[in-house]
């Protein structure tokens, strides 16, 4: 009798219906505008799994580019994490890597294993086998104009 | 006595360093715990208050449905809140434009945004945009207060910016019209934007835009001047809004890369074509220098940036760029103006031990500017405990920035964080501001928890600050279903839920957030809230 398979790692999931804000976002890019918070969601059906959460904000796509900031969901017991993944960019802070006029990519990623820029690597099983982990993202395109905000 | 000499000297000393080595005592803004409080009342960030006050829920049913957020403020609160949605609320209206005296439709594609914030959770800021060619609009938005604009995206007409905001409740449509003035009725501007002596700008493209100069409101769309190319000559035509006279003439580079200085001339539209001259500040070329920290190691992969006023009066910011393995970093840049200072701005890395170092530099030409040494962070330490006196160990610990302060007078960026460990301590590297430090359980029975602090005018900031202990709350759970409006039942699950807190500090008023979760299948929530 063959044993029974063990149960394979099942990817995490962003929750399109709960990112905010919209996907495309313009602002100015004074002091006195409003923060951006970015925020989303996370479903993994694997409710044990500590996810890894990341950020990218860039012009032009880099798969080796560092993260702007990484962060942590620990289980919960739910598939959806009560825990939002949030992002808030302020443009009264010395380091806001939106200050500049310009179309950039603020891309939010989460996965369920160990990422090596953004492969996520196979967890090893007992045995030899390994079993695949996930990286899913999602990405908002902000566009910058050099200017104050109206009052 | 000999004996004792020397072990009076020892204590004497020992007391000596301990005092040199002790660590400045930082308190919360207001209370730590719920101690402090009187039965029935917990600690809050903003001080000790009943668990109903000032306490907001916000709703996000289905954000892809077109259902954003609802806000509730309710006025008693129970072991069970249900939660009833009313309908999208909209934003709606025409695009018409005068011709011969009379409204007709806009041709061509209008983009109409909404920009604001929550009326009843203050920060929650929110806005939406939606392109429209039909000459209406339906905007779903969010519950809120919204400042409405709309852009005629393929012609010259001047954006449309109504002084009134638009305030939204659940379910409600609002209609605003947009009526764009005739073509023929806009003041044409022509004029020059030049370089110092009438010499075109050649460098980068450029681009202008008439802005009211109380409200910075635009009068009128960016146009180009003629720049950029060798052939350029400067030339530009804005049509701006009819009875517009005294206006602000905005003048920005087109791309970030471009170290061309942004300028502001105040211009009267009915005096005789203006010439604009940004004035000769030079061409860009690059300086060099080294980062450190206090101890002379070297800083990598900070961010560096200059930024300042130019020769000419404008202002410019450099790109961003980062210092290497060896601290050393090179920007491009322009020359200072005559009498005036750059500011060079390093920020390592949210992990660095090192802080934000704000510098004044001249910058006269290319050059290396030696040596910056960044100021360590200051480091801060508390410990967690739970009601029960044992350690409160894994709790997450993050620190948001929400004001600057007198010393430094730069916000840090958001995201530094540290885990309480086994004994329930935690450390954290801050640069000085007003932080809200909010303490996450990985316990789903224990309620988050947020408090204020200022880190700021350390004696000594390599033994750093140490908060109160600070004692956990205990949990309330809080259920409920979350009933849809009228349609499919199903629009919302996987709704998100948001209870928050009113903030009375005056260094941030945003609301607190309390506690976040999602409905299940059955549009089920819960969520524990603290509780004394």
């Not at chain 1, 825990?83 to 200050?99: G, M, Y």
Request: some cysteine.
């Amino acid at each position: 009798m063959e044993p029974v398979p063990a149960a394979r790692n099942r990817p995490p999931r962003i929750l399109e219906e709960l990112v905010t804000p919209d996907r495309v976002i313009r602002t100015n890019n004074g002091a006195n505008c409003p923060r951006l918070d970015f925020a989303y969601k996370v479903e993994d059906p694997d409710v044990e799994d500590n996810l890894t959460t990341r950020w990218y904000i860039y012009t032009n796509y880099n798969p080796n580019l560092p993260a702007y900031r990484e962060g942590q969901i620990p289980p919960d017991g739910k598939t959806v994490r009560d825990r939002s993944v949030t992002l808030s960019i302020d443009f009264a802070a010395a380091e806001n890597p939106l200050r500049l006029e310009g179309v950039y990519v603020v891309e939010g990623l989460v996965s369920d294993g160990t990422l090596i820029n953004r492969v996520p690597l196979p967890r090893p099983l007992p045995g030899g086998d390994s079993d695949p982990t996930y990286a899913v993202s999602y990405a908002w395109v902000v566009i910058v104009t050099t200017g104050s905000c109206p009052q | 006595m000999k004996l004792r000499a020397p072990i009076t000297w020892c204590l004497l000393l020992a007391v000596a360093a301990a005092g040199c080595g002790r660590k400045q005592a930082v308190s919360f803004h207001y209370c730590t715990d719920d101690s402090e409080c009187s039965a029935g009342r917990v600690c809050f960030a903003d001080g000790c208050g009943e668990l109903v006050q000032g306490l907001r829920i916000e709703v996000i049913p289905n954000a892809r449905e077109g259902l954003y957020a609802q806000d509730f403020a309710p006025a008693s609160l129970s072991a069970r809140e249900d939660l009833t949605l009313s309908g999208a609320s909209l934003i709606q209206g025409a695009f018409q434009q005068l011709s011969g005296g009379q409204p007709v439709t806009l041709q061509g594609p209008v983009s109409v945004r909404a920009a604001g914030e929550s009326l009843l959770v203050p920060g929650r800021s929110r806005s939406f945009e939606f392109t429209s060619s039909q000459g209406t609009y339906s905007l779903p938005v969010a519950t809120g207060s919204y400042s409405i604009s709309a852009n005629a995206l393929d012609n010259v007409l001047p954006p449309r910016q109504p002084r009134t905001k638009v305030n939204l409740t659940p379910g409600l449509t609002a209609t605003v019209d947009f009526l764009f003035p005739a073509v023929e009725s806009l003041t044409r501007l022509e004029g020059r934007l030049l370089l110092a002596n009438g010499l075109p700008i050649t460098e980068a493209e450029v681009d202008v835009q008439a802005l009211e100069p109380v409200t910075l409101r635009p009068l009128s769309q960016r146009a180009h001047a003629s720049s950029g190319t060798p052939g350029a000559t400067g030339a530009f035509t804005l049509q701006i809004e009819p009875l517009a006279v005294n206006v602000l003439v905005q003048a920005s580079p087109r791309s970030a890369d471009a170290l061309v200085p942004r300028k502001e001339f105040r211009v009267d539209v009915t005096g005789s074509p203006p010439i604009l001259e940004l004035g000769d500040f030079g061409s860009t070329f690059a300086i060099s220098g080294t980062l450190t920290s206090s101890d002379g190691t070297p800083i990598p992969s900070a961010t560096i940036y200059l930024e300042g006023l130019a020769n000419g009066g404008g202002t410019f910011r450099t790109a961003s760029t980062s210092s290497n393995a060896a601290g050393v970093f090179t920007v491009r840049t322009l020359r200072s103006a005559p009498g005036s200072q750059l500011t060079l701005w390093a920020i390592p890395l949210l992990q660095s031990a090192s802080g934000i170092l704000r510098v004044r530099v001249a910058v006269i030409g290319p050059a290396n500017l030696g040596f910056f040494t960044a100021p360590d962070k200051i480091l801060v330490s508390g410990t967690v405990g739970r009601l029960d006196g044992k350690a409160a160990t894994g709790i997450r610990v993050e620190a948001e920035p929400v004001a600057a302060v007198a010393s430094s007078l730069s916000l840090p960026g958001s995201g530094a964080y540290a885990i309480s460990d086994q004994n329930g301590e935690f450390r954290i590297r801050l640069d000085p501001a007003v932080y809200r430090l909010d303490f996450l359980p990985s316990d789903p029975q224990l309620p988050r928890l947020s408090r204020f602090v200022t880190i700021d005018n350390v004696e000594d900031p390599s033994q750093g600050v140490q908060i109160q202990p600070l004692t956990l709350s205990s949990g309330r759970r809080i259920t409920g279903t979350v009933f849809s409006p009228a349609g499919p039942t199903n629009m919302v699950t996987h709704a998100s839920i948001r209870f928050y807190r009113l903030s009375t500090d005056p260094a941030s008023t945003a609301a607190v957030l309390l506690a976040e979760t999602v409905t299940d299948s059955q549009n089920n929530y819960s969520v524990v809230l603290p509780t004394h």
